[in-house]
């Protein structure tokens, strides 16, 4: 069989395993939860799928040879703390509220409007995650067939495929099939490391000409200039993905609250490490293709590893990696297209009219549907923008917009409505003021957004105003209530 029949059995079997999935979606919390039944193997595999996607394989090693490990710190070393970050210090408070969506403890806490803003940013956030793994899904098809299929017919039948097996199954589908891919994915990635590192001559002169590249080198130009861009590059993916549907989803699909804590802090150590190994593949892969490798360094560094693979390994180290490629990507794209959908039904338009239980996982099939097509669209439309950046840029509006009213709403009693809502505003305002005039070049936008909407939800919140002493007392009456209801429900 050729690597493009075993490429397109993989994705049958991969819609299999979502539309089989699809048969234990009953009510809504399976639709968006997984009946919050996931076991702690489960969880692992889904948070560390959350983050191994198209930039992984794809983007991630090609921004590695071009800055090394401080052009990467945003991703794996932001993203993989995010996990860390949520399981210590937000699985266990979110789980015992029993929500559906993070938009929902929005409202929750601070009522409708703080709800739909914040929702709207976490949406926003999606366009640019999923149009990556749509983009990559294109690419992989376009390499795998050889030109036969061009990269935007190999984005939209990637997309058809993927949008096939969540539409019906929901997060019953991405937990099966997630666990699956992560599989293959260890493994092909693990095997092709070891065979790459002895076809470059073994692994210590992969590691010698890194570091002799001064690629291990973490920490920015020792000037305040390049420290500031430094954190608002860790920060980004680091906080901004904190207040994210997908990640919820993920975490909150567990069957009790010790696993949704414990999965994405083992998830995320675990995806900080193995990202590392396509940063080796793609090293060896210098040494391999000398010749090939310097005219790709110029032109188009996220081509080098699945060029070596396709033209330098055997069929069957062919099959391992792309359907690795297609395992990260897929699982990436499935969460990244259901959790905007659910939020958007859940979050946004509830506010406006009224959906019964019944009608409730067929708007938000439909919603997938819809969300799935206009991704597809702006893919299209913003196609030949490297992966790495369409990933970076999408996290920097929950940052701004969504983190602080999620932090201080669960660790701060004194935290108000007014209080997030110019947290919001604020935050919001900075960010476009920095990155649509210059002054963005002097003090990046996402850390100016970040520290001006703290500034906000604290200012807002102390202001001795009669709304702000009200909505003190009544949360403080609400919060036992909300303690009660937690305790009743284990």
């Known amino acids: 069989m050729s690597l493009i029949g075993f490429v397109m059995l993989y994705m049958a079997v991969s819609i299999g395993i979502g539309l089989y999935a699809a048969t234990r979606v009953k009510t809504t919390q399976d639709y968006a939860l997984a009946g919050r039944s996931l076991p702690l193997a489960m969880v692992i595999t889904a948070t560390f799928a959350t983050w191994f996607g198209s930039e992984t394989v794809l983007g991630l090693p090609g921004r590695f040879i071009e800055g090394g490990i401080a052009g990467v710190i945003e991703e794996p070393f932001g993203s993989g703390m995010a996990l860390i970050l949520v399981g210590a210090f937000f699985a266990g408070k979110l789980y015992k509220m029993n929500l559906l969506t993070i938009g929902s403890f929005y409202r929750h806490r601070y009522g409708k409007g703080v709800e739909l803003a914040c929702s709207i940013f976490i949406i926003l956030s999606y366009l640019g995650w999923v149009a990556a793994q749509v983009s990559a899904l294109g690419l992989v098809l376009n390499l795998v067939t050889e030109g036969a299929i061009s990269v935007t017919l190999g984005m939209v039948i990637g997309t058809l495929v993927v949008l096939l097996y969540t539409m019906y199954g929901g997060m019953w589908s991405v937990a099966l099939t997630d666990f699956f891919q992560m599989i293959l994915i260890v493994v092909g990635l693990v095997v092709i490391a070891f065979v790459a590192g002895d076809m470059a001559g073994g692994a210590d002169k992969v590691i010698t000409y890194a570091n002799n590249r001064h690629l291990f080198h973490a920490l920015p ?17 680091m906080i901004g993905s904190i207040p994210q549907q997908d990640v919820f989803q993920r975490v909150m699909s567990a069957k009790s609250g ?6 994405p802090i083992i998830g995320g150590v675990f995806y900080i490490f193995f990202a590392m190994v396509p940063m080796f593949i793609v090293v060896a892969s210098i040494l391999v293709m000398p010749d090939v490798s310097g005219r790709m360094l110029a032109e188009d560094p996220q081509q080098l590893l699945p060029t070596m693979i396709r033209d330098y390994m055997p069929m069957w180290l062919r099959v391992l990696f792309f359907g690795a490629v297609l395992s990260a990507v897929m699982s990436t794209a499935s969460a990244t297209i259901l959790a905007p959908s659910t939020t958007f039904v859940e979050n946004v338009l509830k506010n406006f009219t009224h959906i019964s239980e019944k009608n409730e996982i067929r708007t938000m099939r439909a919603t997938v549907l819809v969300f799935t097509l206009l991704v597809l669209v702006y893919a299209l439309s913003v196609e030949g923008t490297a992966i790495y950046d369409m990933v970076a ?6 940052v701004v917009g969504a983190f602080w009213p999620l932090v201080m709403g669960l660790y701060w009693k004194k935290a108000t409505r007014l209080g997030a809502i110019s947290s919001i505003l604020l935050g919001g305002a900075t960010w476009i003021i920095l990155t649509v005039t210059p002054l963005g070049e002097v003090f990046p936008s996402v850390l100016g957004g970040f520290i001006v909407a703290g500034i906000g939800m604290i200012g807002g919140s102390l202001i001795p105003v009669k709304s702000n002493r009200r909505y003190v007392a009544l949360w403080a009456r609400e919060s036992k209530r909300v303690e009660y209801r937690a305790v009743t429900a284990r």
């Open 221 to 237: 130009e020792m000037s305040v200039h390049g420290w500031l861009f430094w954190i608002s590059a860790a920060m980004t993916m």
């Open 393 to 398: 840029m999408a996290y920097q509006f929950p």
């Open 258 to 263: 010790k696993i949704a804590v414990a999965g």
